[in-house]
């Protein structure tokens, strides 16, 4: 089973920019699709961006040109760039991922980590 470990959260001004971090670990042979989610208070968690292994990008159309997302697929290591922060970017973020290979054969979905706090204040 994957481990997911997130950094980088923290508290910012609007305006201020954040980097997560999110590392994969375990017998990981390759990971299909990384992504960030995000759940504000009193809201559902939502798709912020995601990347497959071939460096395709997705993200939500509030962040675009905002966040940048980014993977090191030797490290199985995921990085959520996001510049411009506003307050409605507070939440709880979450590292996604899906599609996992291990090196015994084995194929997992859907493995999340524990989230990190955001919080930007106006």
């Known amino acids: 089973q994957v481990q997911l470990v997130e950094s980088g959260g923290g508290l910012v001004q609007a305006g201020g920019s954040l980097r997560l971090s999110c590392a994969a670990s375990g017998s990981i042979f390759s990971i299909n699709s990384m992504g960030w989610y995000r759940q504000a208070p009193g809201k559902q968690r939502e798709l912020v961006a995601s990347i497959n292994n071939g460096g395709s990008t997705n993200y939500a159309d509030s962040v675009k040109g905002r966040f940048t997302i980014s993977r090191d697929n030797a490290k199985h290591t995921v990085y959520l760039q996001m510049n411009s922060l506003k307050p409605e970017d507070t939440g709880v973020y979450y590292c996604?991922?899906?599609?996992?290979?291990?090196?015994?054969?084995?194929?997992?979905?859907?493995?999340w980590g524990q989230g990190t706090q955001v919080t930007v204040s106006s």
């Open positions: 996604n991922a899906d599609g996992v290979y291990y090196t015994n054969g084995r194929y997992g979905r859907d493995n």
